[in-house]
């Protein structure tokens, strides 16, 4: 009868010792889940479709053809009033830049680079006076990239028409190559400065060369 109280206290002890082991293994269990799961939304591999998506607010964003903006006025100009001057569309050849007949679902946003650009020609004697206006399907980003970006861009279009030749400027065709180029180096400098391009077009509302 003595025996009894002595064999119970060791069960009991190992009882409680029991429940404190589960105890532990609960928590760390439940610890290792929540490391894993601010791990894993650290690393991107948690919500990474809603950051995407938060980044893609931020760029650029095509205008529907509904929403293209319209003079106020006859004969009324403005920053984005300006069209073809001169010139036929040409495409710029920048990423980002829908092509073919999808162009036409979107509107065309136009910016008149002021003033206008003077240059000498490729081993000649001429000298090239033009007028440019850009035009993207995008809404302002684009210009607003334009415009905080105007001294590289600008850089870039004069570079472009030193190098262009003589014979390209007497032409529609020359021209035509010419709006390409000159596409094509406004949408390296943003994507270089800005990590996306835009313009699609780019028009001569001026032509002189003396």
């Given at each position: 009868m003595s025996d009894k109280p002595e064999d119970a206290a060791p069960k009991k002890k190992g009882g409680k010792m029991k429940i404190i082991i589960m105890a532990l293994a609960l928590v760390i269990l439940v610890g290792g889940g929540v490391g894993a799961g601010v791990y894993a939304a650290s690393s991107g591999l948690i919500g990474g479709g809603g950051h995407a998506a938060a980044e893609e607010e931020h760029g650029p964003k095509l205008v529907p053809k509904s929403e293209q903006k319209?003079?106020?006025a006859e004969g009324e100009g403005g920053e984005g009033g300006h069209g073809g001057g001169g010139g036929e569309a040409a495409s710029g050849g920048g990423k980002h830049v829908p092509s073919g007949g999808d162009g036409d679902k979107y509107a065309s946003n136009y910016y008149t680079m002021d003033p206008q650009f003077t240059s000498n020609l490729q081993n000649s004697v001429h000298v090239v006076q033009i007028g440019i206006a850009i035009s993207t399907p995008y809404d302002d980003t684009v210009i607003e990239n334009l415009k905080t970006n105007d001294i590289a861009v600008r850089s870039?279009?004069?570079?472009?028409?030193?190098?262009?030749?003589?014979?390209?400027?007497f032409t529609s065709a020359g021209k035509e190559v010419m709006q390409k180029r000159l596409a094509k180096a406004i949408n390296d400098i943003l994507e270089q400065k800005e990590g996306f391009g835009g313009v699609s077009n780019v028009y001569f509302t001026n032509f002189v060369v003396q």
């Amino acid at each position: 009868m003595s025996d009894k109280p002595e064999d119970a206290a060791p069960k009991k002890k190992g009882g409680k010792m029991k429940i404190i082991i589960m105890a532990l293994a609960l928590v760390i269990l439940v610890g290792g889940g929540v490391g894993a799961g601010v791990y894993a939304a650290s690393s991107g591999l948690i919500g990474g479709g809603g950051h995407a998506a938060a980044e893609e607010e931020h760029g650029p964003k095509l205008v529907p053809k509904s929403e293209q903006k319209r003079p106020k006025a006859e004969g009324e100009g403005g920053e984005g009033g300006h069209g073809g001057g001169g010139g036929e569309a040409a495409s710029g050849g920048g990423k980002h830049v829908p092509s073919g007949g999808d162009g036409d679902k979107y509107a065309s946003n136009y910016y008149t680079m002021d003033p206008q650009f003077t240059s000498n020609l490729q081993n000649s004697v001429h000298v090239v006076q033009i007028g440019i206006a850009i035009s993207t399907p995008y809404d302002d980003t684009v210009i607003e990239n334009l415009k905080t970006n105007d001294i590289a861009v600008r850089s870039a279009v004069l570079l472009t028409l030193g190098d262009t030749p003589e014979e390209q400027v007497f032409t529609s065709a020359g021209k035509e190559v010419m709006q390409k180029r000159l596409a094509k180096a406004i949408n390296d400098i943003l994507e270089q400065k800005e990590g996306f391009g835009g313009v699609s077009n780019v028009y001569f509302t001026n032509f002189v060369v003396q």
